[in-house]
């Protein structure tokens, strides 16, 4: 099939850690690596952000990615990018009237906005997977919440206009039907994990003189970030180290790392925090195998690959009770989950963890094998050609199965 993906702010060929680039940027990546190696015919749209950017890129994966002029070519806050969605959906409209995909699969409720006017009247289906709720996002975030005003509005309007949504995880199902998407049009397939390259230690376990604590991920306030700085002041001797977030060369600009630097200082933890500042996926591993507790305690978190990464390399998470972390991480059993906003709690899951070794490499060990058994990309990726075939077999005009 020819599989067109759509995924405006969040290009797979973007550096992760930024305040705009993360999981989707993999999981897009992921997916179109997979699908390509499965013998289809994938391209990636995503918005133009640079004027360096040439207009298609082929990749060593064997998919394309178009970079779509749609306003300015300069980088743009994604909260701030629905006005640009007209320009990008007409855009894509052209190119799919010249040589039209079977199938479409937009990432992110904007992508969505853009593929369902690209493809309206051409009979190609679209499928939806929203990576995040604004509904969800609203609910947490209250006064805080930059979206657009008109996001939860189009957000519903997108879902019921998909032709399938798939989501990451269980408990947007139940978000998805609150939204008046029938049941029968969303499917589960989560997020995976590149296990030839998040793996476990192949040397073992090591003994740290200091036990290292990790959060990663990107540094906005939903991430919790501050509440693993705070929980370190009840935690003896440990270390935090923070990845994530903009270039070195930008820290003295990047409101956020002056709350969290302003947090540890608070928190009496300023010298047993260190900011790694932007760390490249390909070096991550290395950086999980190095601790012995990862924290991922985000307010919410419509899927979430850390825990995933951190179980896969031996590491077992203490994450928040929240969104896809129900699904991924066994509470006692590959890992620990706390309530959300309470560093008490993550204290105490990592001092029990730290003060047991043996229990943790029980865990470590469960970890593993759940992760290995349930979240292979290779076998997401046949999940989501499962969900393409049965949506293209049905939908009038959608591409041969």
Sequence with gaps: MRIDLVSEHASPLAALGGVDAGGQNVHVAELATGLARRGHDVVVHTRRDAESLPPVVRTGAGFAVEHVPAGPATAIPKDELLPHMEEFGERLAKRWAEDPPDLVHAHF?????????????????????????????????????????????????????????????????????????????????????????????????????????????????????????????????????????????????????????????????????RFLGQVEHDRAPHLYRSVDVVVSAPWYEPFGTVPLEAMACGVPPVVSAVGGHLDTV????????????????????????????????????????????????????????????????????????
């Design 330 to 401: 066994v509470d006692g059993g590959t890992g620990l989950r706390v309530p959300p906003h309470d560093p008490a709690a993550v204290a105490e899951a990592v001092r029990s963890l730290l003060a047991r070794p043996e229990w943790r490499a029980e865990l470590s060990a469960a970890g593993v094998e759940r992760v290995r058994a349930r979240y292979d990309w290779s076998e997401l990726v046949q999940q989501t050609e499962a969900v393409y075939r049965q949506v293209a077999a049905f939908v009038p005009g959608g591409g041969a199965p």
């Design 109 to 273: 409720w904007m992508s969505g906005v853009a593929a369902q006017r690209g493809a309206a009247g051409t009979g190609v289906p679209v499928l939806q997977t929203f990576h995040a709720l604004g509904r969800v996002k609203r609910r947490h975030q209250g006064d805080k919440d930059t979206s657009p005003p008109q996001r939860i509005e189009l957000e519903a309007e997108v879902a019921r206009g998909a032709d399938r949504v798939i989501a990451t995880c269980s408990d947007e199902v139940g978000e998805l039907t609150a939204m008046g998407l029938p049941r029968e049009r969303a499917a589960v397939v989560p997020c995976g994990i590149d296990l030839a390259r998040f793996r476990p230690d192949p040397r073992g376990v090591k003994v740290r003189a200091r036990p290292r604590i990790l959060c990663i991920g990107r540094l906005v306030e939903r991430k919790g970030v501050d509440i693993a700085i705070r929980a370190l002041a009840d935690i003896p001797g440990a270390e935090l180290l923070v990845a994530g977030g903009p270039p070195a060369s930008e820290w003295d600009d990047d409101p956020e790392v002056a709350r969290l630097a302003a947090v540890a200082r608070q928190a009496g933890v300023a010298d047993r925090t």
